[in-house]
């Protein structure tokens, strides 16, 4: 099995900076891609942002230029800069991989979210 841990998400004020991390460990065999996805109360979960195992970079527009996603490979670890916070970014998020495992297998894994809430 693998799994998925978040961490660093909390309460900011608008305009503020918060630092998301998520940690994959278990039967990895190898992570295609990590990602970040977040569901605001009502809506449905969106994607925000990608990064392949080669560094490639992709975010929904409603982040570009705020946001920034980074991965390090040798902690199957990848994080989510969120800086000039919105209260309109305020949601759980989500951490994603795609994942072949030591069965390999290619399976998509989530973590169990983290809040993120944006108010002054």
């Known amino acids: 099995q693998v799994q998925l841990v978040e961490s660093g998400g909390g309460l900011v004020q608008p305009g503020g900076s918060l630092r998301l991390s998520c940690a994959a460990s278990g039967s990895i065999f190898s992570i295609n891609f990590m990602g970040w996805y977040r569901q605001a109360p009502g809506n449905q979960r969106e994607w925000v942002a990608t990064?392949?195992?080669?560094?490639?970079?992709s975010y929904a527009d409603s982040v570009k230029g705020r946001f920034t996603i980074s991965r390090d490979n040798a902690r199957n670890t990848v994080y989510l800069q969120m800086n000039s916070l919105k209260p309109e970014d305020t949601a759980v998020y989500y951490c994603?991989?795609?994942?072949?495992?030591?069965?390999?297998?290619?399976?998509?894994?989530w973590g169990q979210g983290t809040q993120v809430t944006v108010s002054s």
């Open positions: 994603n991989a795609r994942v072949v495992t030591t069965a390999r297998v290619l399976k998509d894994y």
């Open positions: 990064i392949t195992s080669g560094g490639t970079v």
